[in-house]
């Protein structure tokens, strides 16, 4: 059976976070849906495309990981363990959750995207997204204490010292 984490083990900085909005973005055109978004296994959001804007973000990542993990749990119990796809379908939309081990991709389409046209685009687009954003999460994220550029903080405090105290550093203020 596939396990999830139930701690958040992913560090992202800012480009790993502009890249995984590229790559949503990207999906959102390719497939026509109306939002997409990335959570990480334990429910924590990481990166959305689209009409998000009314979408309670932190619930929705937090339940897509939790359904993730009980179709992976339930499908272990059934001798399917690999579960790949889960597909909700409403009256007004589709929502297709694609889980991997550290993250859940989110598709939400309309209801009107016809079904075999919609699992033909996921089959096509899945492999692809996936190995990117597995990509993109591989990266050492920038550490901190580097400022602008990748200056560290010992190369900041060498050139305060270099050019001498402040003046007005001893006053009391």
Request: contains cysteine; aromatic residues 2%.
């Amino acid at each position: 059976m596939q396990g999830y984490e139930s701690v958040s083990r992913l560090e992202i900085d800012r480009g790993m976070q502009e890249a995984l909005v590229r790559i949503l973005e990207r999906v959102r055109a390719e497939s026509r849906a109306r939002v997409v978004f990335l959570v990480e296994a334990c429910g924590r959001p990481l990166a959305v495309s689209g009409e998000a804007g009314s979408l309670p973000l932190d619930q929705l990542a937090s339940l897509a990981a939790s359904a993730a993990a009980a179709a992976s749990g339930l499908g272990g119990l059934v001798g399917e363990p690999g579960v790949t796809v889960l597909l909700q379908r409403g009256e007004q939309d589709v929502l297709r959750l694609i889980p991997d081990r550290d993250f859940v991709l989110g598709v939400v389409f309309g209801n009107d995207t016809p079904q075999g046209l919609e699992r033909l685009r996921a089959r096509l687009r899945k492999k692809r997204a996936v190995r990117d954003i597995r990509e993109v999460l591989a990266r050492e994220p920038e550490r901190p204490g580097q400022g602008l550029d990748g200056v560290g903080e010992a190369e900041i405090e060498a050139a305060l010292a270099s050019v001498g105290p402040d003046p007005g550093a001893d006053e009391p203020g």
